[in-house]
């Protein structure tokens, strides 16, 4: 008898758990949104959990490869935390190949480089303070840069047919400013020119401005304006041609130069002059000799922090410097295969199968790169629990506030209550992370979109991300 009280009670439970099991289906807003994109439901994998852990509440092709985009940074995150530590800093070592007297070198400046993902143009200028602090004003001699920690790149070209873009810059064992020049474009009234002016110091720097004011619509205007680099007399000579309409106003343009030892040079030559410093000689690839005598070391800003500036903006090659630096630190120079080697020896004690994951680069601007939304939710779940999990979270997009999530969703009560990193490219957009829903409940998702509609199927992350708030 008291077998048979206790079963309609069972039942009873079991009834009141169904609306939180697992729904293999898409939220009807969700599915709503793909069909006025034109998005079939199969070109969609949708993941969604709590974020401490436990079973997906929404699942939809969870465990279909697809191409995630820029959401591969997430791995990419959460390993370097893991293995390199909350404390890890690039190290940049300065010393001396010559005497120095009376502020004056005599022979070489040899930097060895460390790969720091972050050195951008004034936090170099620091370090050229540094130098004058230390009593060097005037160099007679070439500044060697040794860039042997990093193994040599394969050859390869541009991911698209903008070789132009900053998103195309490729891995530098010194790698200054992201590889990238910034200019502010500003257009006079139509058929007139474009003022154009540039926010990164460089010398010599000569800049051929052909671009012209057009009408119309401010829409894909950075690959409407062309530039190419080429060497000039110790410095860059930059060609810029094409059409930028004036309703697009005053903007920032990042172009990627391409030679990194020509770009070191001139942001070296730049700020070395602004400090009031001399320097007789040129930039050029070498060896550390043995003999140098160290002289500065620059450090990267801690782990966290360069992670932030990398996810915030979605900065590709800052995400390949990192995952270079997951090769290890027994001398040997650093390469993409034996990160990768490394980071899948990692990926099972942290609940992650690495035949779900196809990598080549840690940074999704890639054709290759393959994962699961189920594999990006474990991933999620992991990093959550890790002791890492601050510096983890606090380095994404928060919604309608800042980075690349900084216009979405802005005046929704979503605004502020999800860290959300997102990934676009030609036929690809997606978007993971974490969300505080509306009963105050943290929730873990992932969404990839692969098909040639889905640049157009904004909307569908946007109900994704309401439907998790609302459930």
Same mark, same amino acid.
């Given at each position: 008898?008291?077998?048979?009280?206790?079963?309609?009670?069972?039942?009873?439970?079991?009834?009141?758990?169904?609306?939180?099991?697992?729904?293999?289906?898409?939220?009807?807003?969700?599915?709503?949104?793909?069909?006025?994109? &034109? %998005?079939?439901?199969?070109?969609? &994998?949708? @993941?969604?959990?709590?974020?401490?852990?436990?079973?997906?509440? =929404?699942?939809?092709?969870?465990?279909?490869?697809?191409?995630?985009?820029?959401?591969?940074?997430?791995?990419?995150?959460?390993?370097?935390?893991?293995?390199?530590?909350?404390?890890?800093?690039?190290? /940049?070592?300065?010393?001396?190949?010559? /005497?120095?007297?009376?502020?004056?070198? *005599?022979?070489?400046?040899?930097?060895?480089?460390?790969?720091?993902?972050?050195? /951008?143009?004034?936090?170099?200028?620091?370090?050229?303070?540094? @130098?004058?602090?230390?009593?060097?004003?005037?160099?007679?001699?070439?500044?060697?840069?040794?860039?042997?920690?990093? &193994?040599?790149?394969?050859?390869?070209?541009?991911?698209?047919?903008? +070789?132009?873009?900053?998103?195309?810059?490729?891995?530098?064992?010194?790698?200054?400013? =992201?590889?990238?020049?910034?200019?502010?474009?500003?257009?006079? +009234?139509?058929?007139?020119?474009?003022?154009?002016?540039?926010?990164?110091?460089?010398?010599?720097?000569?800049? *051929?401005?052909?671009? &012209?004011?057009?009408?119309?619509?401010?829409?894909?205007?950075?690959?409407?304006?062309?530039?190419?680099?080429?060497?000039?007399?110790?410095?860059?000579?930059?060609? %810029?041609?094409?059409?930028?309409?004036?309703?697009?106003?005053?903007?920032?343009?990042?172009?990627?130069?391409?030679?990194?030892?020509?770009?070191?040079?001139?942001?070296?030559?730049?700020?070395?002059?602004?400090?009031?410093?001399?320097?007789?000689?040129?930039?050029?690839?070498?060896?550390?000799?043995?003999?140098?005598?160290?002289?500065?070391?620059?450090?990267?800003?801690?782990?966290?922090?360069?992670?932030?500036?990398?996810?915030?903006?979605?900065?590709?090659?800052?995400?390949?410097?990192?995952?270079?630096?997951?090769?290890?630190?027994?001398?040997?120079?650093?390469?993409?295969?034996?990160?990768?080697?490394?980071?899948?020896?990692?990926?099972?004690?942290?609940?992650?199968?690495?035949?779900?994951?196809?990598?080549?680069?840690?940074?999704?601007?890639?054709? %290759?790169?393959? /994962?699961?939304?189920?594999?990006?939710?474990?991933?999620?779940?992991?990093?959550?629990?890790? +002791?890492?999990?601050?510096?983890?979270?606090?380095?994404?997009?928060?919604?309608?506030?800042?980075?690349?999530?900084?216009?979405?969703?802005?005046?929704?009560?979503?605004?502020?209550?999800?860290?959300?990193? *997102?990934?676009?490219?030609?036929?690809?957009?997606?978007?993971?992370?974490?969300?505080?829903?509306?009963?105050?409940?943290?929730?873990?998702?992932?969404? %990839?979109?692969?098909?040639?509609?889905?640049?157009?199927?904004?909307?569908?992350?946007?109900? *994704?991300?309401?439907?998790?708030?609302?459930?």
């Amino acid at each position: 008898m008291p077998a048979m009280i206790r079963l309609p009670a069972l039942l009873l439970a079991l009834a009141a758990l169904l609306p939180g099991l697992c729904r293999a289906t898409l939220p009807t807003t969700v599915a709503r949104a793909a069909h006025e994109a &034109a %998005l079939p439901a199969d070109a969609i &994998a949708l @993941w969604a959990a709590p974020a401490a852990g436990g079973a997906p509440f =929404f699942t939809h092709n969870s465990r279909q490869a697809m191409n995630p985009a820029s959401v591969m940074k997430l791995l990419t995150s959460h390993a370097a935390l893991e293995t390199l530590g909350s404390a890890h800093v690039w190290k /940049t070592q300065a010393a001396l190949d010559g /005497t120095l007297a009376d502020g004056v070198l *005599t022979g070489r400046l040899v930097i060895t480089a460390g790969g720091d993902p972050d050195l /951008t143009w004034d936090r170099l200028g620091l370090w050229l303070r540094d @130098w004058r602090a230390r009593g060097l004003r005037e160099i007679r001699g070439d500044i060697v840069i040794d860039t042997a920690r990093f &193994a040599p790149l394969p050859a390869g070209t541009a991911f698209d047919a903008a +070789p132009h873009r900053a998103y195309n810059a490729r891995p530098d064992a010194f790698l200054v400013n =992201f590889g990238a020049l910034t200019l502010r474009l500003q257009p006079a +009234p139509a058929g007139a020119g474009v003022a154009v002016t540039p926010l990164t110091p460089a010398a010599p720097l000569v800049i *051929t401005n052909r671009i &012209a004011s057009g009408t119309g619509a401010c829409t894909d205007w950075r690959n409407s304006v062309r530039a190419s680099f080429t060497p000039a007399a110790s410095g860059l000579a930059l060609t %810029l041609e094409g059409r930028y309409p004036a309703s697009c106003g005053e903007r920032e343009l990042n172009l990627r130069v391409g030679d990194s030892l020509a770009w070191a040079g001139a942001v070296i030559r730049a700020q070395w002059a602004e400090l009031g410093g001399r320097w007789q000689g040129e930039v050029v690839e070498g060896a550390t000799p043995p003999q140098a005598q160290a002289f500065s070391r620059w450090e990267s800003p801690a782990l966290p922090e360069v992670l932030r500036d990398m996810n915030k903006w979605s900065n590709n090659v800052m995400a390949q410097q990192i995952l270079l630096a997951l090769g290890g630190d027994d001398g040997r120079p650093l390469s993409a295969a034996r990160a990768i080697g490394r980071l899948r020896d990692w990926m099972p004690a942290h609940g992650l199968d690495p035949a779900q994951w196809v990598l080549e680069n840690g940074s999704g601007l890639s054709r %290759l790169e393959r /994962t699961t939304a189920a594999e990006l939710g474990a991933l999620l779940q992991d990093a959550w629990n890790s +002791p890492r999990m601050p510096e983890f979270v606090m380095g994404l997009p928060v919604i309608g506030r800042d980075g690349t999530m900084r216009s979405r969703l802005v005046d929704s009560p979503l605004a502020g209550r999800g860290y959300v990193k *997102t990934g676009t490219l030609d036929g690809v957009k997606s978007a993971a992370g974490y969300l505080l829903d509306a009963q105050g409940r943290w929730v873990a998702f992932a969404i %990839l979109l692969n098909h040639p509609q889905a640049p157009n199927a904004e909307r569908v992350i946007e109900e *994704t991300l309401r439907a998790l708030y609302a459930r």
